[in-house]
């Protein structure tokens, strides 16, 4: 960058994994970062962070400072999400994070997280082939937005892969009693969503959103490096994503991760994460999803650029 440019930063710090991106002041990438933290291990039980899963993220932290001073990052908004949400000491946790970036995390609830990844899920879609039905597959939630250029409604509802995996999925591989099981109450939480935002049922188009979500389309092309212009905007069918959850929910962890296309991180909490996919597309009777790599980053570097936000940080 130039003497004088302006940068951005927004990260991401998600029930299973923790993200940055930095952009200059046209928006334009400069940086990405994604690293599988596992913040929100345990915490569906104990509602606690655990202490060595505030370790890895803050050690994470620690190395994107890095980013942030090679770029000279003037603003920066970094959102904790479902995990932080559950857990009773996240203030313990914010605390070593801005001792360990320089900012505090904000935390989102599941309605903001969900306009914000609406934001850059839709920026680069013409509105005219909307209503979009915007799903964020996260680690701890999901979130659902629909709309065409502006959000018309938003739910989150606590449905996510490390959630799901912990709460139903303990055997290797799972027991079609527990997959049957995470179904029926992926369905009752789909009720609710329907429910409480009724125009999800009117949607034109479903845009996923996600780690879970990627990968299943990675795992689906075969890709043994991870490409994420393939990966971004790539229609990933109804009938390939029951294909791939099909193959991943019956190979014991060790055949799973020989799968082209899913990293090691994954492995374990990819059924769980699959499953919500599936679940969806079968529900509102999606034939098809797209498969989008901007997300709740980039809306919160539009709202950076674009918005009265400002952060400042040590």
């Excluded at 904790?80 to 801005?98: G, H, I, L, V």
């Excluded at 994420?228 to 790539?234: A, S």
């Excluded at 599936?278 to 790599?293: I, N």
Aim: with cysteine; net charge negative.
């Amino acid at each position: 960058m130039s003497d004088g440019a302006v940068a951005v930063a927004a990260i991401d710090c998600g029930t299973n994994s923790t993200r940055i991106l930095v952009a200059d002041g046209d928006g334009r990438p400069l940086a990405r970062r994604n690293t599988i933290t596992r913040l929100g291990q345990g915490v569906d039980q104990s509602r606690r962070l655990a202490p060595d899963a505030i370790e890895r993220v803050v050690a994470t932290l620690r190395s994107y400072r890095g980013l942030l001073d090679e770029h000279r990052v003037s603003k920066v908004r970094m959102a904790a999400t479902s995990a932080a949400r559950d857990a009773t000491n996240r203030d313990e946790f914010f605390a070593a994070a801005e001792a360990a970036l320089g900012w505090r995390p904000e935390l989102l609830s599941g309605d903001e997280e969900g306009r914000l990844s609406f934001a850059g899920a839709t920026a680069d879609l013409d509105a005219a082939d909307g209503p979009f039905l915007v799903v964020d597959i996260g680690g701890g939630s999901t979130e659902f937005v629909v709309g065409r250029d502006e959000p018309t409604g938003a739910i989150s509802i606590d449905v996510g892969c490390v959630r799901v995996t912990e709460r139903f999925l303990h055997g290797d591989p799972p027991h079609p009693g527990e997959l049957s099981d995470a179904l029926s109450v992926v369905r009752v939480h789909l009720d609710d969503v329907v429910r409480e935002v009724p125009e999800t049922m009117d949607a034109a188009r479903l845009i996923g959103l996600a780690g879970s979500v990627t990968t299943v389309a990675a795992v689906e092309l075969g890709l043994a490096t991870y490409d994420r212009e393939r990966i971004h905007h790539f229609v990933l069918t109804r009938a390939a994503a029951e294909d791939v959850f099909r193959t991943l929910a019956t190979e014991r962890r060790d055949d799973r991760r020989a799968n082209p296309g899913l990293e090691e991180a994954r492995v374990d909490v990819i059924v769980g994460g699959a499953l919500v996919l599936v679940a969806v597309m079968r529900y509102f009777d999606f034939d098809e999803c797209l498969v989008s790599e901007a997300d709740i980053l980039d809306g919160l570097v539009e709202s950076m650029l674009s918005g009265p936000f400002s952060a400042s940080g040590s």
